[in-house]
């Protein structure tokens, strides 16, 4: 079969090197990839939020199925238009997507059917926002409603930072027209979860749960990014029966309810309060870095996964996951999530251990070279049978890959490491 996979990160790097070990797959394309993928896939140079292109794409070379995995284009329909053209997919409508897409129409969902999350309200207009920051407790959480790259939220520890805040959305147009409506919530408190979840809208199977790190800098300090790594399973997490009952079976028949029902993989951004799990956020796809200390473990095949989330057969399939922990340290562009250089030659010394993957994100190749390209470079990946080994084989991997003002977090898997053998 002709497969094709849209996008171009650390995360699609994740899927492609998963789906390759398919014998199912003749062809294996990706649109546009990176300078890592390019060893595992065909990279075509065509962006993930161009729809036209994707098709012709699709129709020129007989493509039989889809992996749509980025926000934007799930948001602007590429799978709808996909499906109608004859190509199935994984990945949700463009209708279904907009529970990442809307902040607003998630927490709406939730608060219709009962499903835990923080209070909230919705403001479009930016008085009536800064008069509810005025009567509200501190902390306070500003969101843009919509997508935001992972940078939308914004913890107010003072009234004057959370106006702030909604001004740079609202009025300073920060995010674009994402920030023109803003969710205003509740701080909650408690360790965040993340649950990667396979679902063809009947059923689901739940994946290892994982602990993201979002801030840039050691002891969660510094911005807001797109994730700086990760570890799985989280050992914070022991309510995978509590979140089956209250949150992830009442979210798929919410959609399906709302006649939106959702097929592809559904994360549930977790905080476990002293109330028991509360969702922070939804997200429409694969996470990431999630997906790259996730898809390390499973035993199956991903692409008969991705296939009965099409056909709605899931039910069907035997999805077993190792009994293994891994980490993953992302190495970033100094300057990160603010400004940064990009063209610096990456070099990987010999030797990397069996027990490592190294996933590309922000590289291309460049007259035969290896070069940075955006502001997280690379993931570096350890799987192991402890978590404290899975981060000193990670970390030590780290030390053997070489770029101009490479930059990393050393703190990752700490927190997680503490609570393990607070357990013992």
Same mark, same amino acid.
């Given at each position: 079969?002709?497969?094709?996979?849209?996008?171009?990160?650390?995360?699609?790097?994740?899927?492609?090197?998963?789906?390759?070990?398919?014998?199912?797959?003749?062809?294996?394309?990706?649109?546009?990839?990176?300078?890592?993928?390019?060893?595992?896939?065909?990279?075509?140079?065509? /962006? *993930?939020?161009?729809?036209?292109?994707?098709?012709?794409?699709?129709?020129?070379?007989?493509?039989?199925?889809?992996?749509?995995?980025?926000?934007?284009?799930?948001?602007?329909?590429?799978?709808?238009?996909?499906?109608?053209?004859?190509?199935?997919?994984?990945?949700? &409508?463009?209708?279904?997507?907009?529970?990442? &897409?809307?902040?607003? !129409?998630? /927490?709406?969902?939730?608060?219709?059917?009962?499903?835990?999350?923080?209070? !909230?309200?919705?403001?479009?207009?930016?008085? /009536?926002?800064?008069?509810?920051?005025?009567?509200?407790? $501190?902390?306070?959480?500003?969101?843009?409603?919509?997508?935001?790259?992972?940078?939308?939220?914004?913890?107010?520890?003072?009234?004057? %930072?959370?106006?702030?805040?909604?001004?740079?959305?609202?009025?300073?147009?920060?995010?674009?027209?994402?920030?023109?409506?803003?969710?205003?919530?509740?701080?909650?408190?408690?360790?965040?979860?993340?649950?990667?979840?396979?679902?063809?809208?009947?059923?689901?199977?739940?994946?290892?749960?994982?602990?993201?790190?979002?801030?840039?800098?050691?002891?969660?300090?510094?911005?807001?990014?797109?994730?700086?790594?990760?570890?799985?399973?989280?050992?914070?997490? %022991?309510?995978?029966?509590?979140?089956?009952?209250?949150?992830?079976?009442?979210?798929?028949?919410?959609?399906?309810?709302?006649?939106?029902?959702?097929?592809?993989?559904?994360?549930?951004?977790?905080?476990?309060?002293?109330?028991?799990?509360?969702?922070?956020? !939804?997200?429409?796809?694969?996470?990431?870095?999630?997906?790259?200390?996730?898809?390390?473990?499973?035993? &199956?095949?991903?692409?008969?996964?991705?296939? *009965?989330?099409?056909?709605?057969?899931?039910?069907?399939?035997?999805?077993?996951?190792?009994?293994?922990?891994?980490?993953?340290?992302?190495?970033? &562009?100094?300057? !990160?999530?603010?400004?940064?250089?990009?063209?610096?030659?990456?070099?990987?010394?010999?030797?990397?251990?069996?027990?490592?993957?190294?996933?590309?994100?922000?590289?291309?190749?460049?007259?035969?070279?290896?070069?940075?390209?955006?502001?997280?470079?690379?993931?570096?990946?350890?799987?192991?049978?402890?978590?404290?080994?899975?981060?000193?084989? *990670?970390?030590?991997?780290?030390?053997?890959?070489?770029?101009?003002?490479?930059?990393?977090?050393?703190?990752?898997?700490?927190?997680? $490491?503490?609570?393990?053998?607070?357990?013992?």
């Amino acid at each position: 079969m002709n497969v094709m996979v849209i996008g171009s990160g650390g995360r699609e790097h994740a899927i492609v090197h998963a789906l390759a070990k398919s014998t199912d797959i003749d062809t294996l394309y990706c649109l546009p990839g990176n300078g890592g993928i390019a060893s595992e896939a065909e990279c075509v140079n065509i /962006k *993930a939020t161009d729809i036209q292109g994707i098709v012709e794409f699709a129709e020129k070379n007989s493509i039989d199925f889809a992996a749509v995995i980025p926000d934007d284009p799930l948001a602007m329909g590429l799978t709808d238009v996909l499906r109608a053209k004859g190509v199935p997919c994984f990945g949700p &409508s463009a209708a279904a997507a907009r529970i990442e &897409s809307s902040k607003a !129409y998630a /927490k709406d969902l939730m608060r219709r059917y009962g499903i835990p999350t923080a209070s !909230y309200e919705v403001f479009s207009d930016r008085d /009536k926002a800064v008069d509810h920051v005025k009567n509200s407790s $501190l902390p306070i959480v500003v969101k843009a409603d919509g997508l935001a790259l992972g940078k939308g939220v914004i913890i107010a520890q003072t009234q004057e %930072d959370a106006i702030t805040a909604i001004d740079s959305m609202m009025l300073d147009e920060r995010f674009g027209k994402s920030g023109k409506t803003v969710v205003i919530e509740e701080f909650l408190q408690g360790p965040e979860v993340s649950l990667l979840v396979f679902t063809d809208s009947k059923t689901y199977a739940v994946m290892p749960s994982s602990m993201d790190h979002k801030r840039s800098k050691n002891n969660d300090e510094g911005d807001n990014t797109g994730g700086m790594g990760t570890v799985s399973p989280n050992p914070f997490f %022991d309510y995978e029966a509590l979140c089956t009952e209250r949150i992830i079976e009442p979210t798929i028949k919410a959609m399906n309810a709302e006649g939106t029902p959702f097929k592809g993989c559904l994360y549930f951004g977790l905080m476990i309060t002293k109330d028991g799990p509360k969702v922070i956020e !939804y997200n429409c796809r694969f996470g990431d870095p999630e997906t790259q200390v996730v898809l390390p473990l499973l035993n &199956s095949d991903l692409f008969e996964i991705m296939r *009965a989330v099409e056909s709605e057969t899931l039910s069907e399939i035997d999805i077993s996951f190792k009994q293994l922990t891994s980490c993953c340290v992302v190495l970033c &562009s100094d300057g !990160y999530p603010g400004k940064y250089d990009t063209g610096f030659e990456i070099s990987f010394d010999d030797g990397l251990p069996n027990d490592v993957l190294c996933y590309h994100a922000g590289t291309k190749l460049t007259d035969g070279k290896l070069v940075t390209s955006g502001g997280r470079v690379l993931g570096v990946v350890c799987v192991r049978d402890s978590l404290s080994d899975a981060v000193e084989g *990670a970390y030590k991997a780290c030390e053997h890959i070489h770029f101009k003002g490479k930059y990393m977090r050393t703190d990752i898997g700490r927190r997680a $490491l503490t609570m393990t053998e607070g357990k013992r």
